[in-house]
């Protein structure tokens, strides 16, 4: 009997000291598109949950991976359950919706993104181990580099899967161009072939 009291006692002691941790999604992004997310780094503890608020314009909530930071972290690693809120249109504060995210696990670093903002920064993070190379800075620069708009990520992104089939239909191009040269040499090379012939019956 007592053993089931305490065991009561520290699930209580448990939900009392987890806590509801809002994130305002929508935010003033025209100098900081991470201000998409406020706060954008924050810490949490096993049995927290996470509230994405959306407030304003049409924004999403979705969890990532630092390697792929503006991709569904299911797309990228199958055996991550990651969430995703879709996009949620709040309007001017007039179509307020939640999306509450449990931690269950706060040892390892959540990334999230937008998926309107995301390529100029809109990206976030909970738990994040600032000792290691994965920090917000680190991972606000993938998601630039990977999939903004400017001259220089655009030749690094042709590398990403997106533009496989830029490639493969560039190099078939490529490669069907000698083919044409060929058609083309050989029909000179046979015209030059006949030529003496049409002059030895003109000479007849």
Same mark, same amino acid.
């Given at each position: 009997?007592?053993? %089931?009291?305490?065991?009561?006692? *520290?699930?209580?002691?448990?939900?009392?000291? &987890?806590?509801?941790? +809002?994130?305002?999604? @929508? @935010?003033?992004?025209? $100098?900081?598109? @991470?201000?998409? %997310?406020?706060?954008?780094?924050?810490?949490?503890?096993?049995?927290?949950?996470?509230?994405?608020?959306?407030?304003? #314009?049409?924004?999403?909530?979705?969890?990532?991976?630092? =390697?792929?930071?503006?991709? =569904?972290?299911? %797309?990228?690693?199958?055996?991550?359950?990651?969430?995703?809120?879709?996009?949620?249109?709040?309007?001017?504060?007039?179509?307020?919706?939640?999306?509450?995210?449990?931690?269950? $696990?706060?040892?390892?670093?959540?990334?999230?993104?937008?998926?309107?903002?995301?390529?100029? #920064?809109?990206?976030? #993070? +909970?738990?994040?181990?600032?000792?290691?190379?994965?920090?917000?800075?680190?991972?606000?620069?993938?998601?630039? /580099?990977?999939?903004?708009? $400017?001259?220089?990520?655009?030749?690094?992104?042709?590398?990403?899967?997106?533009?496989?089939?830029?490639?493969?239909?560039?190099?078939?191009?490529?490669?069907?161009?000698?083919?044409?040269? $060929? =058609?083309? /040499?050989?029909?000179?090379?046979? @015209?030059? &072939?006949?030529?003496?012939?049409?002059?030895? =019956?003109? *000479?007849?």
């Amino acid at each position: 009997m007592r053993s %089931f009291a305490l065991l009561a006692l *520290s699930a209580l002691a448990a939900s009392v000291s &987890a806590k509801r941790i +809002v994130v305002t999604v @929508g @935010g003033n992004t025209t $100098d900081n598109p @991470g201000a998409v %997310f406020d706060p954008q780094q924050l810490t949490a503890t096993q049995g927290d949950v996470l509230v994405f608020n959306f407030t304003q #314009g049409n924004h999403t909530a979705t969890q990532s991976t630092f =390697a792929s930071p503006c991709t =569904a972290a299911h %797309f990228t690693n199958e055996t991550i359950n990651g969430f995703d809120s879709g996009f949620r249109n709040a309007g001017n504060k007039s179509a307020i919706t939640t999306l509450e995210v449990p931690i269950t $696990d706060n040892t390892t670093t959540i990334w999230f993104f937008d998926w309107n903002t995301c390529a100029q #920064g809109g990206v976030g #993070g +909970v738990n994040i181990n600032d000792s290691t190379l994965e920090t917000l800075d680190g991972i606000t620069r993938n998601a630039i /580099r990977l999939n903004g708009t $400017d001259s220089d990520s655009s030749s690094s992104s042709s590398v990403s899967g997106s533009s496989s089939a830029t490639h493969s239909s560039t190099s078939t191009s490529a490669t069907s161009t000698p083919s044409s040269n $060929d =058609a083309t /040499r050989a029909l000179i090379y046979g @015209g030059s &072939a006949v030529i003496p012939l049409i002059l030895a =019956a003109l *000479s007849l």
